[in-house]
């Protein structure tokens, strides 16, 4: 799976966005990039990561690799991002058979493999489902409301990827998805300027 060579050489593009590097656990990085104003480490998914969706949407393209493989790419400005089947062999993806995201820098190193991490043996996981309402009052300094309503959205997206500070419990976040958004009119805002957080666990 090291060898992913390409069969045509390219030239490198300039003004390329950086893949952003997110430590999801010791040992394990996940490369992202930003889509529509949101977060995306896995591009054979929607952003909301519970529908399957082709890899051209988040702008990759087929490329041919040496020893018969091919994959989905993108070029980063640190890296190629690739997506593969479960077997890292071909860019035929299936909802069924789930997909690998591989990460290299510019010379061809892998820094990233998220089949190579699905096969760490994992203990058995104690699961909960968390649901959190938030709502919000902001001070829009003249930008409009969906802007600010999209904001938020990166801003939760960006805290949640980031995982629990040093010395909090060590909960982490396996997969999370954004229900529903929306700019309240002046007649559906709560009176209290507190944000108001529900939580509901199905154990």
């Excluded at 399957?52 to 190629?80: H, L, M």
């Excluded at 299936?94 to 994992?122: C, E, I, K, N």
């Amino acid at each position: 799976m090291n060898n992913w060579s390409e069969l045509s050489s390219r030239e490198p593009t300039q003004d390329l966005p950086r893949a952003t590097p997110r430590l999801l656990q010791e040992g394990v990085t996940r490369y992202t990039f930003v889509h529509n104003d949101l977060e995306i480490d896995n591009p054979s998914l929607e952003p909301s990561s519970l529908h399957f969706v082709s890899p051209r949407e988040y702008g990759f393209s087929i490329r041919g690799f040496q020893g018969g493989k091919t994959a989905w790419a993108r070029d980063f400005a640190n890296g190629t991002m690739l997506v593969v089947n479960a077997d890292g062999q071909s860019h035929v993806l299936s909802p069924r058979g789930g997909s690998r995201v591989l990460f290299l820098d510019r010379d061809g190193t892998l820094l990233q493999d998220s089949g190579s991490a699905m096969r760490v043996p994992p203990r058995a996981p104690d699961l909960a489902t968390v649901r959190l309402t938030l709502i919000a009052t902001v001070d829009l300094q003249g930008e409009s409301p969906e802007a600010a309503r999209a904001l938020l959205m990166r801003m939760v997206d960006r805290a949640v990827l980031s995982g629990a500070l040093p010395g909090e419990p060590d909960i982490r976040v396996l997969e999370h998805a954004f229900e529903g958004s929306a700019v309240l009119s002046a007649d559906d805002r709560p009176s209290s300027t507190h944000t108001d957080f529900s939580q509901l666990l199905d154990l």
